[in-house]
């Protein structure tokens, strides 16, 4: 049985062919540019190739309410050309089969539950820090939606008592993405990230926006497992520094075994960057069974 997955992000676009355990059979990279120049090559990838289903993780927001008339559509997104699309409807209309649909980091969540090191978990956090901040919440067995879907990255946070920074969030200035994302960093101290290694002044604003935004997070969702992705956490002197202010700041309000063993709470991605394109396989399986379920 093949499944298609399409993770659609900001840069580029990757499709790829899967089977029902997960396994990725091959995949292929688009790049992102607008709908009508990159939807057409896509349509061609998986024309053919005879899916049963699709799976869409997808840079956002988007409506991921099954009953709004613009259910499947890119809505407000910052990257122009793609605000107010309807991927799904095109993707349905070109291959006639299931389109499952989700959040790109709703998408590496699932992956990580199916295939990863959350499985068996009913409560698991992810978060990405690269371009921008997004998170993923799986609740109660669930992929949280609510009202539309978390937008952890736009949080507001307490400003580190040396850190003078304006932030770069066109929203809100000083959330955490517009203070901890790649982007933001770059802007503070005029280089690139992976330029910046050797700067411990970065690397200790940084882990003090990440570690306030997750123990925050810790009290509101009680996660059982908190995965951390995207380029900046390359820096994996990070990740030492975050378990060791998240328990500061906690201050021994919490204590849960989950804690005591911080450093297998806190963690990497553990499928070596295909957690998104393992959790669009995931997305179309869950779809085509929600289809035939519908249809018997
Ligand atoms: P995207 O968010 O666009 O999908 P990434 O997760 O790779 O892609 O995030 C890109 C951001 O991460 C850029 O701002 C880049 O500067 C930063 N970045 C990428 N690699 C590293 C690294 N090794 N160390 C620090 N920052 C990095
Ligand atoms: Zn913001």
Request: aromatic share 8%; hydrophobic share 40%; glycine share 12%.
């Amino acid at each position: 049985m093949l499944y298609g997955a399409l993770e659609a992000g900001g840069t580029k676009m990757v499709c790829a062919l899967g089977d029902e355990n997960g396994r990725i059979l091959e995949q292929v990279s688009i790049p992102t540019i607008d709908p009508d120049t990159t939807m057409p090559e896509i349509i061609k990838y998986f024309k053919d190739k005879d899916i049963k289903a699709l799976g869409i993780a997808c840079f956002g927001p988007n409506d991921l309410d099954r009953k709004s008339p613009t259910y499947g559509y890119i809505t407000t997104s910052p990257k122009q050309k793609w605000a107010g699309y309807n991927i799904v409807g095109a993707m349905k209309e070109a291959l006639h089969v299931p389109v499952g649909f989700d959040t790109d980091v709703n998408g590496s969540l699932l992956g990580e539950i199916t295939y990863g090191q959350a499985q068996g978990l009913t409560d698991a956090l992810y978060l990405t820090i690269g371009t921008g901040i997004g998170g993923g919440v799986y609740t109660n067995g669930r992929l949280l939606h609510g009202m539309l879907h978390p937008e952890l990255g736009h949080m507001r946070l307490i400003m580190h008592p040396e850190d003078t920074y304006k932030g770069l969030c066109p929203f809100h200035g000083q959330c955490l993405e517009g203070l901890a994302a790649g982007p933001a960093i770059e802007d503070r101290w005029g280089k690139k990230a992976i330029e910046l290694k050797d700067n411990p002044k970065v690397w200790e604003f940084e882990s003090f926006y990440i570690a306030q935004a997750l123990a925050d997070l810790i009290l509101i969702l009680s996660p059982q497992i908190i995965i951390l992705g995207g380029g900046v956490m390359h820096q994996t002197q990070l990740f030492p520094m975050i378990r060791k202010k998240v328990l500061e700041m906690l201050n021994g309000y919490l204590s849960t075994k989950e804690l005591k063993d911080i450093e297998h709470y806190i963690v990497p991605a553990s499928l070596k960057d295909d957690q998104g394109i393992m959790g669009c396989i995931k997305l179309a399986i869950d779809e085509e069974a929600l289809v035939k379920s519908l249809t018997k």
